[in-house]
């Protein structure tokens, strides 16, 4: 599995992210999804919740 990076800065914590992969993603105290390790999901259903991002804060190292 490829790893997965946030982008803190275009992190909008829409929560978007927990809601289709909530074994990947989760939002920490300051309300900025982060990343699971090792991440729950296939990388087709993280591709999905990188896809779904509205700000484009998920990316693949
Ligand atoms: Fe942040 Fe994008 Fe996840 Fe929304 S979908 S919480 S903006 S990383």
Redesign the pocket.
């Known amino acids: 599995m490829k790893k997965l990076k ?1 982008d803190a800065e275009k ?8 809601a289709l992969c909530p074994k990947t ?1 989760f ?1 920490n105290e300051e309300g ?2 982060e990343v699971k390790n090792p991440p729950g999901e296939t990388e087709a259903q993280i591709q999905d ?1 990188i896809d ?4 484009q ?2 990316l693949w190292e």
């Open positions: 946030i992190c909008i914590g829409c929560g978007a992210c927990v993603f939002l900025k999804a919740a779904s991002c509205p700000t804060a998920i």
